[in-house]
């Protein structure tokens, strides 16, 4: 049966190891490293199953070890796109539906930014979720409903628009409303049920919400 979960590490700022092995004790993962995550890999003694990119960052001790090993190495050169683009490009023709991604929130804002609108590029075609030490960001279609502790953050954000929008279980709640990028945002809700629920009629929508996976 062909594995249809799949791990991306990308070279950001990695959640902590707890949080990563929760997500790798998960039965049936492919695991994807992009150029320089692997280091980050090698040093938590993870293999991956593919090292994919230019090959720009990996370090030369951590690229003859994975080698010595046999992993597979997908060296692509073209600058087109970037590492985590061209893992996402091997995932969707491997046939992976369901992406978690480390290391794609960072300091470097420029990068983050550009991995969300990567992710979207993907989007709905695969179930891309981001993994940072508290939240699992993602975009989902038109609705979602998903059981959360009460009293916690969600945001979302229309990317860059989202028409129609109610809420229920939030502080703040919306009714048949607009949000667009540099207008209006749903950042730093509360919720206050243990369910809650988000649609919008059009558009495309980031959401931000609690893994609890420490």
Known sequence: ??????????????????????????????????????????????????????????????YRYFKS??????????????DYEKALNFAKKSGFKNIFVCGAVSNRIDHTFNNFSVTKRFHPEMNIKLINDEFEIFYFDKSITFKYKKNEIVSFLGIPIATGVKTEGLKYPLKNESLEFGVREGTLNES???????????????????????
């Open 192 to 214: 206050v049920s243990n369910i809650i629920k988000i649609s919008y009629k059009k558009g495309s929508m980031l959401l931000f919400k609690k893994h609890y996976l420490k």
């Open 69 to 82: 090993i046999n992993t597979n190495i997908l060296k692509l050169t073209e600058q087109e796109t970037t």
């Open 1 to 62: 049966m062909r594995k249809k979960t799949a791990v991306i590490f990308l070279n950001g700022k990695e959640p902590d190891i707890k949080i990563i092995n929760k997500i790798l004790s998960k039965k049936s993962l492919t695991i994807i490293s992009a150029d320089g995550a692997t280091d980050y890999l090698y040093k938590h003694s993870i293999i991956p199953d593919v090292i994919i990119g230019d090959m720009d960052s990996i370090s030369p001790k951590t």
